[in-house]
Every structure is written in structure tokens, then in C-alpha cells.
């Protein structure tokens, strides 16, 4: 099992990024795949999820209405779509996978399999 995170970067308050999370090794279509963060001396954050089966989602109230969070089945890819960055926004992001879907998506010990991460940075 492998999930690999890309799309991370240095972006301005205001600017978006397009994270990606490949994943492998699993029959994707029946995973959740959720996004976490985690900032400096900050516990690890739930921020998004979707299921793969029925394509229900959920975004934590610190993100919703900025980043959206989608799925291509096909290329076994999740993405998470961030605009309106703020510097809050900083952290090392993680996208993690979960069988079955969670009831509680923003539990980290709702997850089977994770990402190594990526790096955001808002810069203000």
C-alpha cells in the first residue's frame, strides 16, 4: 500500500495549490481518503474527506467554502483543491486512507494507510 502526496509549496495569502495524493496497492473505489494537516507544535488536523463509494464528502468548518476535495478513480488520485490560502493554512499535509469510510473523518484513528506528507507554506 502507498500513498504519495504532491503539490506542496510556498504560495502567498490569497493564492491557491492544487494538492495530489496517488494512491496504490488497495482497491481504491472502496477507500475513503481523507486530508489532514499538521502545523509546528499543532496536533494533527482533519480538514477533508471523500468516499470513494458514493462520493460523499466532508471539510472541516476551518476550510469549507475554500478547498475542495476530489476524486479520479480512474487514476487512482485524490485531489485537494486550496484556495484563499491563509497563513493558518501552513503545514505538512497528509492524506491518509480508510476502510470502510469513516463516521468520523476527522479522527486520524479513523485511517488505515498514510501519506509521507507535503509541505504548504502561506506567506502573509
Known sequence: VQLVESGGGLVQAGGSLRLSCAASGFTFDDYAIGWFRQAPGKEREGVSCISNSDGSTYYSDSVKGRFTISSDNAKNTVYLQ??????????????????????RPYYSSSYDYWGQGTQVTVSS
Open 82 to 103: 486550496m484556495n484563499s490560502l491563509k497563513p493558518e493554512d501552513t503545514g505538512v499535509y497528509y492524506c491518509a486512507a480508510a476502510l470502510p469510510p469513516p463516521s
